[in-house]
C-alpha cells in the first residue's frame, strides 16, 4: 500500500514538472510583439496557458487525498481494483495531456491569416497567381520587399512623442491640413487615452492601436453610400491593372504634400503604377519613368501600409511603425462614373488625395477610411479596423473626390481644386465631374486585432486615418477611353 502511494506521488510531481516546464516554454516570445499586440490587452496567453498545470495539480492532489481518505476509512481494495485506479489514472492524466496538445494546435489555427473562398483576388494577376492558394499568402516574412532593412532607411524622426488623446467631438478641427504632411498637427482638447499600469501597457499606450479601435464586422450596420445614377448619370468603369507591388516599391515621401521632403510622411507607403514615385517626383519624372500599369498607365497610386503587429520588425523606427508589412493580396483600382451626370476628361498631372492621415487630432472633416470585409462589403466601419470572419480578408474602401473645378491640377491645401459630390451624387455648381477613384486594398491579416496602418506618431495608429493618393499620369489617349467606357455604361 505504501508503495502505491509512492508511486502515485512520484507521478503527480512528474506531471506537474512536465506541465511547468510546458509552460515555461510557451511562455517566451518578442518583446514588444507581447506589448503592443493589441490583442493581448483583452487576453494574456501566458495566464491562460500556466494556469492548466495548476489545475492538472490540483486535480492529482484531490485524488491523492481522496484515496487517503477512503484507505484511512479502512476500506479495502483488492490488488485488481488498485491496478485498475492506476490505470484510469494514467488514462485520466494522458487525456488531459492530449486535452491540453489538442486546445494548442487549435489555438495555432486560430492564429492562421485569414483568407478562403471568398477572398478577392488581384485584377492584375492570373486568378492563380493572385488566389489565397499562393504559399506566400498570408506568410510575409516570405516576401522580399517585408524586411526589417527596407524601414531602416529613414531620415528625420525623433524621440517617441509622449501618449496623445483621442479627440473630442469639440476638438478644433482644420479642414486645410492635407493628407500626409510634416507640419505639427493642431492641438486641441480632448478626452484621455487608456492609461497602464505597468511598463508594457505604457508601452502599447505609446503606439496604439487600442482594443477598442476594432470591431466585428457582423456588428457594422449594413449601408449604402453610392448614390443612384439617374437619367443622366454615367454608369460605367474602368479598372486599371497595376499589379500589388510584388517589386517592393515603399517609401514615407508624400510628392504632393511634402515636395522635396525625404521622410515627409513619416510613415511607410505601398506605391503601384509609376516606378518613380519619391519626394522629388515632378511632373517631367513621373513621365519619363515605367510602370507596373497596363495599357501605358503612368500614374502613381500609393496608401500608407498595413502591419501585423505581432512581430518584432522595425522595432527601431523613430516614429513607431512597428510590426511586418503586410502586402496586398488584391489591389482593384477604379475609375467610376457620376450619379448625375457625364464625366469629362481629368487633367494630366492632376493631384488627387483622400482622407486625413492626422484625423485622430483634425477631427473628422475629411476623414474618409473605410474598413470592412470580404463578402460584406455592404457593411463599412468608418472609424474602426474590421475584425473578419475565418476566409474573409479585410478590406480598405478608399473612395476619392470627383468634382473638378475645371482648371487646376492641385490647391494650396490638395483639397479645393476636386471635392466631393453632395449626398445625391451631383457636383457642386461650377464643378465637372470626372472619373472618380475607388481604392479597393484587400489583405490576409492574423486573426484577431493584431494590425494596424502606418500613421504619424501622434495620431496612434487609429484607423480613422486611413488615406490615399492619386496622381494621373495616364495617355491623353487612354484617358479619353476612361471617359468612353464609363459614359456609355461599359465594364472596362
Known amino acids: 500500500m505504501r508503495s502505491r502511494r509512492m508511486a502515485a506521488a512520484v507521478t503527480t510531481l512528474a506531471v506537474v514538472a512536465s506541465g511547468l516546464?510546458?509552460?515555461?516554454?510557451?511562455?517566451?516570445?518578442?518583446?514588444l510583439a507581447d506589448h503592443c499586440d493589441p490583442a493581448e490587452a483583452t487576453q494574456s496567453p501566458q495566464a491562460s496557458q500556466t494556469?492548466?498545470?495548476?489545475?492538472?495539480?490540483?486535480?492529482?492532489?484531490?485524488?491523492?487525498?481522496?484515496?487517503?481518505?477512503?484507505?484511512?476509512?479502512?476500506?479495502?481494495?483488492?490488488?485488481?481494483?488498485?491496478?485498475?485506479?492506476?490505470?484510469?489514472?494514467?488514462?485520466?492524466?494522458?487525456?488531459?495531456?492530449?486535452?491540453?496538445?489538442?486546445?494548442?494546435?487549435?489555438?495555432?489555427?486560430?492564429?492562421?491569416?485569414?483568407?478562403?473562398?471568398?477572398?478577392?483576388?488581384?485584377?492584375?494577376?492570373?486568378?492563380?497567381?493572385?488566389?489565397?492558394?499562393?504559399?506566400e499568402a498570408g506568410n510575409p516574412e516570405a516576401e522580399p520587399e517585408q524586411t526589417a532593412e527596407t524601414f531602416g532607411r529613414r531620415r528625420g524622426g525623433g524621440n517617441q512623442p509622449t501618449r496623445t488623446p483621442t479627440p473630442s467631438p469639440s476638438q478644433t478641427q482644420n479642414p486645410d491640413d492635407g493628407g500626409s504632411t510634416a507640419e505639427p498637427s493642431p492641438t486641441g482638447s480632448a478626452s484621455p487615452s487608456?492609461?497602464?499600469?505597468?511598463?508594457?501597457?505604457e508601452e502599447c499606450a505609446d503606439l496604439g492601436p487600442f482594443p477598442e479601435d476594432f470591431v466585428d464586422i457582423r456588428q457594422v450596420a449594413p449601408v449604402n453610400?453610392?448614390?443612384?445614377?439617374?437619367?443622366?448619370?454615367?454608369?460605367?468603369?474602368?479598372?486599371?491593372?497595376?499589379?500589388?507591388?510584388?517589386?517592393?516599391?515603399?517609401?514615407?515621401?508624400?510628392?504632393?504634400?511634402?515636395?522635396?521632403?525625404?521622410?515627409?510622411?513619416?510613415?511607410?507607403?505601398?506605391?503601384?503604377?509609376n516606378l518613380s514615385t519619391d519626394a522629388f517626383s515632378t511632373d517631367e519624372s513621373l513621365a519619363a519613368a515605367g510602370t507596373t500599369c497596363r495599357l501605358g498607365d503612368k500614374s502613381t497610386y500609393f496608401w500608407p501600409v498595413l502591419r501585423d503587429r505581432r512581430s518584432d520588425a522595425n522595432a527601431t523606427d523613430p516614429d513607431g511603425n512597428v510590426g511586418q508589412v503586410l502586402r496586398?493580396?488584391?489591389?482593384?483600382?477604379?475609375?467610376?462614373?457620376?450619379?448625375?451626370?457625364?464625366v469629362v476628361a481629368m487633367p494630366r498631372f492632376i493631384r488627387i488625395i483622400t482622407g486625413d492621415a492626422?484625423?485622430?487630432?483634425?477631427?473628422?472633416?475629411?476623414?474618409?477610411?473605410?474598413w470592412s470585409c470580404s463578402g460584406f462589403q455592404n457593411r463599412i466601419s468608418p472609424d474602426k479596423y474590421t475584425l473578419c470572419p475565418r476566409g474573409s480578408q479585410?478590406?480598405?474602401?478608399?473612395?476619392?473626390?470627383?468634382?473638378?473645378?475645371?482648371?487646376?491640377?492641385?490647391s494650396a491645401n490638395h483639397r479645393t481644386h476636386?471635392?466631393?459630390?453632395?449626398?445625391?451624387?451631383?457636383?457642386?455648381?461650377?464643378?465637372?465631374?470626372?472619373?472618380?477613384?475607388?481604392?479597393?486594398?484587400?489583405y490576409n491579416v492574423p486573426q484577431g486585432p493584431s494590425y494596424a496602418v502606418d500613421a504619424f506618431p501622434e495620431q496612434k495608429h487609429n484607423p480613422v486615418t486611413d488615406h490615399g493618393d492619386f496622381a494621373n499620369v495616364m495617355p491623353d489617349r487612354l484617358m479619353q477611353f476612361v471617359v468612353s467606357c464609363i459614359n456609355r455604361g461599359r465594364r472596362c
Not at 492626422?358 to 473605410?370: F, R
Not at 479585410?394 to 492641385?410: A, E, M, Y
Open 328 to 342: 496586398p493580396r488584391a489591389v482593384t483600382l477604379q475609375f467610376r462614373g457620376n450619379a448625375a451626370s457625364r
Open 21 to 31: 516546464v510546458s509552460a515555461a516554454v510557451i511562455g517566451v516570445g518578442p518583446v
Open 51 to 135: 494556469q492548466q498545470p495548476d489545475q492538472d495539480q490540483n486535480q492529482d492532489q484531490g485524488q491523492q487525498q481522496d484515496q487517503g481518505q477512503n484507505q484511512d476509512q479502512g476500506q479495502q481494495q483488492d490488488q485488481d481494483q488498485g491496478q485498475q485506479q492506476d490505470q484510469n489514472q494514467q488514462g485520466q492524466q494522458q487525456d488531459q495531456q492530449g486535452d491540453q496538445q489538442g486546445t494548442g494546435q487549435a489555438e495555432d489555427e486560430q492564429q492562421a491569416p485569414q483568407g478562403g473562398g471568398i477572398a478577392l483576388l488581384d485584377p492584375a494577376q492570373p486568378p492563380e497567381t493572385g488566389a489565397p492558394e499562393d504559399p
Open 225 to 273: 453610400n453610392d448614390a443612384r445614377a439617374g437619367r443622366n448619370g454615367s454608369r460605367g468603369t474602368f479598372v486599371s491593372q497595376c499589379g500589388t507591388n510584388r517589386n517592393g516599391h515603399n517609401n514615407p515621401d508624400n510628392f504632393i504634400v511634402a515636395p522635396g521632403v525625404s521622410n515627409g510622411a513619416h510613415h511607410l507607403h505601398d506605391y503601384v503604377g
Open 418 to 442: 476636386v471635392v466631393f459630390p453632395d449626398q445625391g451624387g451631383a457636383c457642386p455648381q461650377g464643378t465637372r465631374a470626372i472619373p472618380q477613384l475607388r481604392m479597393t486594398l484587400a
Open 358 to 370: 492626422k484625423a485622430a487630432t483634425n477631427g473628422g472633416a475629411n476623414a474618409k477610411a473605410g
Open 394 to 410: 479585410v478590406l480598405r474602401i478608399l473612395d476619392f473626390p470627383s468634382c473638378w473645378d475645371g482648371q487646376n491640377t492641385d
Open 194 to 201: 487608456p492609461t497602464g499600469t505597468g511598463g508594457a501597457e
